[in-house]
């Protein structure tokens, strides 16, 4: 406008304003928007509390009168309800029995149960450089997904004085067999004469076990495959390892002719001919094979167990899964399933696993499963207390550190911790040469471990070392293991849907004082894929959970810092992130409160002076603490009182409400409502607010966001009629969500 300078009229900011709006308009480019969130009712529990001695004799009953029955039981009773004690009830009544745990560290636990009840039960043996004096051998084979016993042990000098495999027979000849969940898939002749299978936690896995391989993954076992059949060609082929490897070739390149051609996100079925008669020992063939191979050209295991799989027609289903991933890139894995087999005319299956589903297990088995548990629920004697708080995979250690140190700060007087998280927070915060957590901290910590680690599931002493567990993330599993896990389950149109949104959850709950509230995740907005997302992530959680053994009188309280809904109550408290040097000052802050409070004044604040004095505050130079004392006031840990004077602000939700409304200049409602804060950042706040007005029950939710500077502008609207507003200066405000108006 300035540029063409019309005839008529002079040139005024307003048509300068529209001009640049209309051209802004032109040019714009229209972006998609985030999905409106999916909002979820509350997980509440069914039926009516029981007690635990009550449920426990209905277990004992449950198990007695199944006793020379076959067919599959499902036991889903919470973690520390009795169900393991009353299946090694069951156990003594069968001369015969196979008892399955996720690792060896359970087995060998589960095994000294068993003993001390009376039962004559023994375990396979894990295989390490004690037992096994071919031990860089047996672990190239088991490392290619090979069983040892068929590949390294046929021809070992060392068979006859091994340790190994004299375990073994011990094990195989016992009355009462203990094994992990490995022992039972590798091989399901394991179960072969027993008349009682146990399978203590993840069962689904057990009986429809499946695999996940990369595309390079199958690239390098093609690679492998031609260049061994090469070489049995050119030599004297006499145990028929050529036809093998050709086979192994077709199935490769069929794999990879359908990865080729399949561009779009979605699942690709992979047919494979009925392959000819291949040799019985077509794993020690192989394994011979790769002896003369380069071990730097190992092949993954995954990819040559699907592929021997592939070859022998051995297998459910066979599919390429593309999807996209959160960056744009399309990412491809084959998946390959089978059924573990089953004689359930002649052997009893009793199932434990608080977070078992019936549907699941009989699409997984196609045998009718009968639900054990008992009706109504259990009452806690212990709290389970969830901080709505994202943790991911991908977060940093450090960071993860200080969210530990600040939930620590709300429970000083807990002073032995159990820890369970990701594998890369754990690690890094645990590693002896890492400075991630401070000696003091690290000293509470008696026991951690990280996700499908194994103790997480199935160990039962958590609460005898630990006062207090907390659990720090979300396993949440990628796109392809969602799509696999609707594969297993029977949903294949879910599992076609190529690009499922991915976007806000919004979950009803309650606070720790019984009020209602919503809380905010992260999941998938269609309702199948969300289902099963969800099944992954709570079974984790709530096995995780289960460790502190709340339901008993010696059990433990557990802390839960996760945007996951799981049923448990929400602290509404902010998590201050603490970093060392923040920890350290509020530590001596919280002493210097000590002596102020006892003292004649009993004064609630404490001083510079009195800090700078302190012990641990020696060596420091008083910048560096002034400088640390401002980051705590700027991050809410402390309030600044006076001149040189600070108090600690261990605040309830109550008190969170009253600072906002000093901050922000909310106008007193008519009638005084309960506040409950539900979640909260240093700028954000989501309140809710019940009360009643005219006669008239109300509840009101509100997302408050205020700066810091708008907080002198506060002033009332004599007009207003909103249960609760704010008004502030136009200048000052960034964006204002008040009350809204329902009179």
């Not at 706040?685 to 509840?699: L, N, R, W």
Request: with cysteine; net charge negative.
């Amino acid at each position: 406008i300035l540029q063409t300078k019309p005839q008529s009229g002079r040139i005024t900011e307003a048509k300068v304003g529209e001009a640049f709006v209309t051209s802004l308009i032109e040019d714009a480019e229209a972006f998609a928007g985030s999905p409106a969130p999916i909002k979820e009712k509350a997980i509440k529990t069914s039926g009516e509390a029981r007690d635990l001695e009550e449920w426990r004799d209905e277990i004992e009953q449950s198990r007695m009168s199944a006793a020379f029955t076959t067919g599959i039981q499902l036991d889903r009773s919470p973690t520390g309800s009795g169900k393991t004690f009353a299946t090694t009830e069951l156990t003594k009544v069968y001369e015969k029995s196979l008892t399955v745990l996720p690792t060896h560290a359970n087995v060998l636990e589960r095994v000294q149960d068993m003993q001390g009840a009376g039962i004559n039960a023994t375990s396979y043996p894990e295989l390490s450089e004690t037992n096994c004096q071919n031990f860089i051998e047996a672990s190239r084979a088991r490392k290619a997904g090979l069983q040892v016993a068929s590949t390294v042990c046929t021809g070992c000098p060392f068979r006859d004085s091994c340790d190994y495999q004299n375990a073994m027979k011990i094990a195989e000849k016992s009355p009462h067999k203990v094994g992990t969940h490995e022992r039972l898939i590798r091989s399901p002749s394991a179960a072969d004469n027993c008349e009682l299978v146990v399978i203590d936690e993840n069962p689904f896995g057990v009986l429809s076990p499946s695999l996940i391989a990369s595309v390079r993954g199958i690239e390098r076992v093609s690679e492998l495959a031609h260049r061994i059949r090469t070489r049995s060609l050119q030599n004297e082929d006499k145990d028929g390892g050529a036809v093998f490897f050709d086979l192994m070739v077709q199935a490769c390149d069929e794999m990879l002719s359908v990865c080729a051609e399949s561009n779009e996100a979605g699942r690709y079925e992979i047919h494979m001919p009925t392959p000819p008669d291949i040799p019985s020992n077509y794993q020690r063939i192989l394994w011979r094979a790769l002896q003369r191979n380069d071990p730097r050209y190992d092949p993954r295991s995954e990819a040559l167990q699907m592929v021997m799989r592939a070859v022998r027609h051995d297998f459910l289903r066979l599919e390429l899964l593309v999807d996209n991933s959160k960056s744009g890139q399309q990412e491809k894995t084959f998946f390959c399933s089978w059924k573990t087999p089953t004689d359930t005319e002649k052997k009893l299956y009793q199932l434990l696993d608080a977070t078992g589903n019936i549907d699941q297990l009989h699409s997984a088995t196609g045998e009718d499963v009968v639900d054990c548990t008992p009706q109504g629920h259990l009452k806690r004697k212990h709290p389970i207390t969830q901080f709505p708080e994202p943790i991911t995979c991908g977060m940093k250690p450090n960071t993860v550190a200080r969210i530990l140190r600040g939930v620590l700060e709300k429970y000083p007087e807990k002073k032995r911790i159990g820890l369970i998280g990701h594998q890369g927070h754990i690690k890094h915060m645990m590693s002896e040469s890492s400075r991630i957590l401070d000696d003091e901290t690290r000293k509470k910590i008696k026991k951690y471990c990280y996700y499908w680690q194994g103790p997480e599931r199935a160990s039962n002493d958590w609460h005898k070392e630990c006062d207090v567990l907390i659990v720090l993330g979300t396993s949440r599993p990628p796109t392809s293991t969602v799509r696999q896990h609707l594969l297993l389950t029977g949903n294949e149109e879910a599992a076609s849907n190529g690009s499922p949104v991915w976007g806000e959850i919004q979950w009803e709950s309650q606070t720790t004082e019984g009020v209602a509230c919503m809380s905010k995740g992260y999941g998938y907005h269609d309702p199948d894929w969300r289902e099963a997302h969800q099944a992954i992530c709570r079974t984790q959680l709530l096995q995780s959970i289960g460790r502190a053994r709340s339901l008993l009188e010696e059990g433990i309280p557990c802390i839960l810092v996760a945007d996951e809904p799981v049923g448990a109550d929400i602290d509404t408290r902010p998590i201050y992130r603490l970093s060392q040097a923040i920890q350290k000052l509020v530590d001596v802050i919280r002493e210097c409160l000590l002596s102020a409070i006892s003292n004649p004044n009993n004064e609630k604040w404490t001083s510079t002076h009195s800090i700078l004095a302190h012990p641990d505050m020696a060596g420091l130079a008083r910048s560096s603490v002034m400088k640390q004392l401002k980051y705590a006031v700027d991050d809410g840990i402390l309030r600044k009182v006076g001149r040189g004077r600070y108090e600690l602000l261990n605040k309830t939700a109550e008190q969170i409400v009253l600072d906002i409304e000093y901050k922000a200049g909310l106008i007193k409602p008519l009638e005084e409502p309960k506040h409950t804060v539900s979640t909260s950042t240093e700028d954000t706040v989501h309140i809710t607010a019940s009360g009643t007005t005219e006669g008239q029950e109300y509840t009101e939710n509100c997302k408050m966001e205020f700066p810091v500077e708008a907080t002198k502008q506060g002033k009332s609207d004599p007009k207003s009629t909103n249960k609760q507003a704010a008004i502030w200066d136009e200048k000052s405000i960034r964006q204002l969500n008040p009350w809204r108006d329902t009179s």
